[in-house]
């Protein structure tokens, strides 16, 4: 098994969900777990092997001569988070089974989950920056997806859409720091880049690359002033929040900064922004979480707080800072996990969140109870739980550093009271919750959940206490490993996991902010005075307010440039390509002796001349229809036979496939335009577009020109030499085609086919009334379908499906291939629908076109796949030679497989788009009243 296995796996395991949801809910819980628990039990048979030294890194070839290759790299810091990302998402699902209802889409919930962690772990193992680039925007979809689960409800529409558009737009800034990191070191891969910060730092664009990471980083993790998004995403259901805080989402702008720590930390730039940011973000966010009487909005707050300690951990000048960061993501994931949890429970058993109602639930779930105030006392730092070990090695740290010069004093003072704030709410969530007196107006009498609902947050909170009692056992290989990542050093700052360090300034701040924290809530009410007197600010109105106003004024900009006139958008079209190019050709230096000139025949020339007048006709009569359809068709059949002419017989035939198609499209499309032509432009626009025409028209030929008289180096010759031994093919257009540039015409049949089901949507519901007679008012005929063309069609159509089969099967050899075959095999398939109309064809040929595009697809990329399983880039094909009986030596290649790829996606492409606008003309279409 092999980390690509893992995500691979992952990747299968989102669909599984929504397959065995059928079997019953306990079926498809354990069985969503099943992938997730194969890689967190291989990731975990791999942890000896990092304890070692070692460094995993596997390596699939995609794009390499962009730097676009995929790899996988498992080192210390993305096992930590491997195995965190695993672990809690395995107690979240299980959780998850117990809390959504019997009449929620589970299958569907599930498999948001999986591929949320499917994306956080390509993420983290991911060893190329534009990987985990593409990694990192799948969370922000998944992550929408999962919080807008509940879309009924208004909160969880627009907290998606918030969280979207924030993390959204800080993903795109990352993206521009990663092209500028790969274009300074000169490659994408993260083990070069980490190696390269010397490089990163002394660069004049620096500043710019630190800018744009951390906007990426901040806008995830929620640092001030990006932290607005985190708390309207508790609309979501708990299992979400509770993995969303832990362990994914916010956790990967910390992951980003941890990773690019060696390359970009180190200057006083990085140290003032994410220091600054660190400290106002935990500041804000323990400040604002006393002050919430939601149970989610009050955890949301202190996880915006947590964030902005490590965030400030990463930010100080000192290496042992970077090790307490690491701590405390671990710690942070294990108590937030099961505090979310633990609401979760409070909030299905009571069916409120409200702690103004929610008062003494010791007497009724005084289990639960005793599972989260454990948690809450780690969260606040109180002794012998792990959170108090990493908080004291915080303040321990915030002590050691000079980010701030003489003001650098500021930052322990500022740490402690946001330590006091800590203990404050986490008091409050003990004390109000489950104290306090009695419940108030709770919708349901609150009880313990059942049994195994619970077994999640025991399992997190025996850990917090675990690693409070015993951090060197249970945690100390861990961080240290991690910590050597971060640093990528061997040579770790000393530091001690041991309970007790002694009576010192650290364990002094502990205690003040523990004391501090007690008297600060049992003054709250003060706190609660002071508080109301500002004006109360719901960002997600001010957010929603931004988009609206956003979107007024683009509509309104729209409304202004968008006037309907397709003349008028061509014509700025056409204006804009003549500025593009026109404007370089003034500095060509360009001769006017002819080079590479062919003699010319009077056939050559007359062909030239019909195409002219054909062309010159279809504008004159165009408001004859159909005389302009035949003239342009003509300019068509002339350009197939100039490409004959010309040694390209693959394009003559596409361009004589493409054309009987196209006639075909727009005789359907005719048929229901309006009788009446629009009346003709202004003067003054027709003397516009002629100049338009005429400028761009001398553009075209100013460039013909260029190719024709000047000796410009051809990538030609290159084809013509290696098709044969290096795509096993004598035809290189079809070898271009299906091997050497194979990449772009997978990307070519996928944009075919996109297009086509866009066209199939788009008349799926159209209702178009049927014109009775033609713009002179002539009575079409009755006859629809001759006896004579349907005779004649069917007698066609198996010769024209084994002429198809031929020209598929010569074409790497041959002209033809698999484009071409499409469109012939279309072509007879439309000549059956116009012979005896759509009726008639149905129940005899049951095909779904949509399938076919998708299976020609399919095959095209397994055919790139299948090469990584031969350790070949994406996309490199396979050919040989071998003896059959009774038919002798022939040569296979793997090409052919892609080519049927093609030929089912242009089948399916042509014949959806072509049919359904027929069926726009069946009898059940409305029709026009005599």
């Not at 019953?24 to 628990?37: C, D, E, Q, V, W």
């Amino acid at each position: 098994m092999s980390l690509f296995l893992i995500v691979a796996l992952l990747l299968i395991g989102v669909l599984v969900p929504i397959y065995t949801e059928r079997f019953g809910r306990k079926i498809n819980t354990f069985a969503t777990m099943l992938a997730p628990g194969i890689a967190f039990a291989y990731i975990i048979s791999l942890i000896d092997n990092i304890f070692a030294g070692e460094h995993i890194i596997e390596y699939l070839q995609w794009i390499p001569s962009v730097g676009l290759t995929l790899s996988l790299h498992l080192d210390g810091l993305a096992l930590m988070f491997a195995l965190l990302i695993l672990g809690i998402g395995l107690l979240v699902i299980f959780y998850a089974n117990y809390y959504l209802s019997d009449k929620e889409d589970a299958g569907r919930f599930y498999a948001y989950l999986i591929l949320f962690m499917t994306a956080m772990l390509s993420i983290v193992l991911s060893n190329n920056v534009l990987q985990m680039w593409m990694a990192w925007e799948v969370t922000s979809i998944s992550s929408f997806l999962l919080i807008s689960f509940w879309g009924h409800k208004s909160e969880s529409r627009k907290g998606a859409r918030m969280a979207l558009t924030v993390t959204g737009a800080g993903g795109l800034a990352l993206l521009a720091g990663l092209l500028l990191i790969g274009d300074i070191v000169g490659s994408y891969e993260l083990s070069v880049i980490l190696g390269s910060g010397e490089t990163i730092i002394n660069h004049a664009l620096y500043p710019v690359v630190l800018t744009l990471v951390l906007l990426g980083a901040f806008t995830k993790s929620a640092q001030f002033p990006f932290h607005f998004w985190l708390p309207h995403a508790m609309a979501a259901p708990t299992p979400v929040s509770a993995y969303l805080h832990s362990a994914t989402m916010v956790k990967a702008g910390i992951f980003l900064m941890a990773r690019f720590y060696p390359v970009l930390a180190g200057t006083e730039m990085w140290f003032l922004i994410v220091t600054t940011a660190g400290l106002m973000t935990l500041l804000l966010g323990a400040y604002v979480a006393l002050f919430k009487h939601d149970l989610k909005g009050l955890l949301a707050y202190s996880t915006i707080s947590h964030l902005g300690l490590i965030t400030l951990l990463l930010g100080l000048d000192t290496r042992l800072a970077a090790v307490a960061a690491l701590f405390h993501i671990m710690n942070h994931a294990v108590f937030k996990a099961s505090l979310f949890m633990a609401a979760g429970i409070i909030d299905h058993e009571s069916g409120s969140r409200d702690m103004r109602k929610l008062n003494g639930l010791w007497q009724f779930m005084p289990y639960t109870a005793t599972l989260a105030m454990v948690a809450a006392a780690s969260m606040a730092g109180v002794p012998l739980f792990n959170g108090f070990l990493s908080k004291e090695m915080f303040l321990a740290e915030t002590l050691h550093q000079h980010a701030f010069g003489f003001l650098s004093w500021m930052i322990p003072v500022l740490a402690t009271l946001a330590g006091v704030f800590s203990v404050a709410y986490s008091l409050r969530f003990i004390h109000d919750v489950f104290f306090n007196g009695e419940p108030v107006d709770l919708p349901k009498t609150p009880h313990e959940p059942p049994r195994f609902m619970k077994l999640p947050i025991e399992v997190l909170v025996v850990i917090c206490i675990l690693v409070g009692l015993f951090p060197v056992m249970m945690i100390g290989d861990f961080l240290a490993v991690a910590s050597k990542a971060v640093l990528r050093t061997t040579d770790l700052p000393y530091y001690s996991l041991s309970i007790w360090h002694g009576f010192n300034l650290p364990l002094m701040m502990s205690g003040i902010a523990i004391l501090g924290g007690i008297i600060v809530y049992a003054y709250r009410s003060k706190l609660y005075r002071f508080q109301s007197q500002f004006m109360q600010t719901d960002a997600k109105l001010i957010f929603e307010g931004v988009v609206q106003t956003v979107i007024s004024r683009l509509s309104q900009a729209h409304e202004r440039f968008d006037t309907g006139s397709l003349q008028r958008y061509v014509a700025a079209m056409l204006v804009f390509t003549i500025a593009l190019i026109g404007l370089p050709l003034f500095e060509f230096d360009v001769g006017f002796e002819p080079v590479n000139m062919q003699d010319v025949s009077g056939i050559e020339i007359s062909l030239g001349v019909i195409m002219c007048l054909s062309a010159i006709a279809t504008m004159i009569f165009h408001r004859q229809r159909l005389v302009a359809l035949i003239a342009i068709s003509v300019v068509g059949l002339v350009l197939s036979i100039a490409f004959a002419r010309f040694s390209a017989p693959d394009l003559a035939l596409t361009q004589l496939a493409v054309e009987v198609a196209t006639v075909i499209l727009l005789m359907l499309a005719l048929f229901f335009l309006p009788k009446k032509t629009a009346s003709e432009s202004a003067p003054s626009r027709v003397v516009r577009d002629l100049g338009i025409a005429a400028a761009f028209g001398g553009l075209v030929a100013t460039i013909n020109y260029i190719f024709i008289t000047q000796p410009l180096a051809s990538i030609s010759e290159f084809y013509l030499a290696n098709s044969k031994t290096g795509g096993g093919g004598t035809n290189a257009v079809n070898v271009i085609l299906v091997d050497f540039r194979g990449l772009d015409t997978l990307g070519e049949i996928l944009v075919l086919g996109i297009a086509a089901l866009g066209i199939f949507k788009m008349l799926a519901r159209i209702r178009l009334a049927m014109p009775s007679s033609d713009e002179k008012g002539r009575p079409w005929s009755t006859d629809r379908y001759p006896p004579i063309v349907s005779m004649v069609s069917q007698a066609l159509l198996p010769l024209a499906l084994l002429v198809s089969f031929y020209i598929f099967l010569r074409g790497h050899n041959m002209p033809g291939g698999g484009f071409i075959a499409g469109l012939i095999t279309a072509v007879a398939m439309i000549q059956q629908y116009i012979a005896h109309g759509v009726e008639w064809i149905k129940p005899r040929v049951k095909v779904d076109y949509q399938n076919l595009i998708g299976l020609g697809v399919l095959i095209a990329a397994f055919t790139g796949v299948a090469s990584w399983g031969f350790g070949y880039p994406f996309m490199t094909t396979w050919f040989d030679y071998f003896d059959i009986p009774f038919i002798g030596e022939i040569e296979l290649a793997s090409a052919l497989v892609f080519d049927l790829g093609v030929y089912l996606t242009v089948v399916g492409a042509t014949l959806m788009i072509l049919a359904h606008l027929g069926k726009l003309s069946t009898p059940e279409r409305p029709k026009v009243e005599a």
